[in-house]
């Protein structure tokens, strides 16, 4: 059964924090997603990677970086926290090209909260 | 680009009754459409792909070129449908990148 994992369920930060947010995967996909979810706009796509060291900017890249070293692990990093960043965060994964079927598999989410 | 759109942020229906949640797709080349679904205190799933042409929990949901569109439907709702619904597309070589649409609240009454 795939489990994709994020540490951290609900997390709260100020203002001008440095935030990181785990995400690891047991099903040795070569694709993962950072997306944030919010009421109204839908999943909108911050990151993604499609190897190891390898990384793409999505739709809303702005004021987030990511790190994969290791294939399992995805993380995400907002440098300096900001109000409008609160929201809940969902990594995802997925096979490559080759043996991608379109199915993503999702953590239960990470609900970041900046005041 | 690639976009889609579902036009209803809410949907209320009593139970058997039929349930049709829309989803329009803009995409120039032949693209890949999903429904995802959330439940209650659950991740997001993937519910049927219309490559599939299946039907999940009596869902279909059939891909309408003409008119762009790739619409959810179930003709006797359940109370369990309620959920999050989300259409998402994938267009050409994009390592399985997925866009989703806005989202759909479904509540059955029962």
């Known amino acids: 059964d795939v489990k994709v994992t994020q540490s951290s369920r609900y997390l709260v930060k100020r203002t001008g924090e440095k935030v990181f947010l785990e995400c690891v995967q047991d099903?040795?996909?070569?694709?993962m997603f950072w997306y944030r979810q919010d009421p109204g706009l839908g999943l909108r796509l911050i990151y993604f990677?499609?190897?190891?060291?390898?990384?793409e900017k999505g739709d809303i890249p702005e004021g987030y970086s990511v790190s994969r070293e290791k294939k399992e692990r995805f993380s995400l990093i907002l440098e300096s926290a900001s109000t409008n960043q609160t929201s809940m965060y969902l990594c995802?994964?997925?096979f490559g090209v080759g043996r991608n079927t379109g199915e993503l598999f999702f953590g239960e989410g990470s609900r970041l909260t900046v005041l | 680009a690639q976009r889609v759109t579902q036009p209803e942020k809410l949907l209320s229906v009593f139970k058997g009754a039929p349930v049709e949640l829309k989803c329009n797709y803009s995409y120039s080349g032949s693209p890949e459409l999903f429904w995802y679904v959330q439940y209650s205190r659950q991740r997001l799933q993937l519910l049927l792909r219309h490559i599939s042409r299946e039907s999940i929990k009596g869902f279909t949901a059939d891909l309408n070129k003409g008119e762009t569109s790739f619409h959810l439907k179930k003709p006797f709702a359940q109370e369990e449908d309620s959920a999050m619904y989300y259409c998402a597309i994938a267009g050409g070589t994009s390592y399985g990148k997925l866009t989703f649409g806005q989202g759909t609240i479904l509540t059955v009454h029962p």
């Open positions: 990677s499609y190897d190891v060291k390898m990384k």
């Open positions: 995802a994964s997925s």
């Open positions: 099903m040795d996909h070569e694709n």
